[in-house]
């Protein structure tokens, strides 16, 4: 009955995010998809980056923005290095969101990060972070997925829970998808390649 290890799960856990991020992208962004921007260079960047890569096999441009432009570029000639794909620094979120066919912010903003208005039709939406999507991004959304619904829609600051609150979804969710529905076939996913 004694603890065998205390281990610190961090890397455990950023790998899980990406491996979510990849999930939802290889059965939900447009296929041949081959721009994609992350906001936020830290450490889950990284592995929302891999996730891409394996995810999108045509993937050739990755956008970044990070308000600490000193990371952004560093993460920027590592991983441009590293996996030989453009990786560029954006500017600003509107650079790196706009033409992107997947965005993913993955920041640890207290605040939305991005207006629904900079995303091409089609383009593929998955937040990482709690507080990074904008309650006005549903009403452009055509489809909504998430992990767990009851997770996602009752803890506070979670983009479902905040949709909730704000009235603009029903407690019981209508039209939401879950993201294991969509990968065994039990919702068909995407409907058109402007979705």
């Known amino acids: 009955g004694l603890p065998l290890a205390v281990m610190d799960g961090t890397v455990v856990s950023a790998m899980r995010t990406g491996a979510v991020t990849g999930l939802a992208v290889r059965h939900l962004a447009v296929p041949g998809s081959r721009v994609a921007c992350l906001l936020g260079a830290g450490v889950l960047a990284h592995t929302q980056l891999e996730a891409l890569r394996i995810a999108m096999p045509d993937l050739s441009e990755v956008r970044v923005f990070d308000p600490r432009a000193d990371r952004a ?7 441009a290095a590293a996996t030989g794909l453009d990786v560029r620094r954006a500017t ?13 912010p993955a920041t ?31 009403p452009a959304t055509d489809l909504l997925v998430v992990d767990d ?47």
């Not at 570029?73 to 991983?79: D, N, P, Q, W």
């Not at 600003?92 to 993913?104: F, I, L, P, Q, S």
């Open 92 to 104: 600003t979120a509107e650079e790196a969101v706009r033409g992107a066919a997947v965005v993913v």
């Open 108 to 138: 640890m903003a207290v605040e939305p990060t991005f207006e629904p208005d900079w995303l091409d039709p089609g383009a593929t939406v998955v937040l990482v972070s709690s507080l990074d999507g904008p309650v006005e991004l549903h």
């Open 73 to 79: 570029a560093a993460f920027c000639a590592s991983r």
């Open 149 to 195: 619904w009851i997770h996602e829609s009752t803890h506070e600051g979670r983009y479902a829970e905040r949709l909730v609150r704000a009235g603009v979804l029903a407690a019981d969710g209508p039209g939401v998808a879950e993201l294991g529905d969509v990968i065994t076939g039990r919702h068909p996913g995407r409907a058109t390649a402007g979705d």
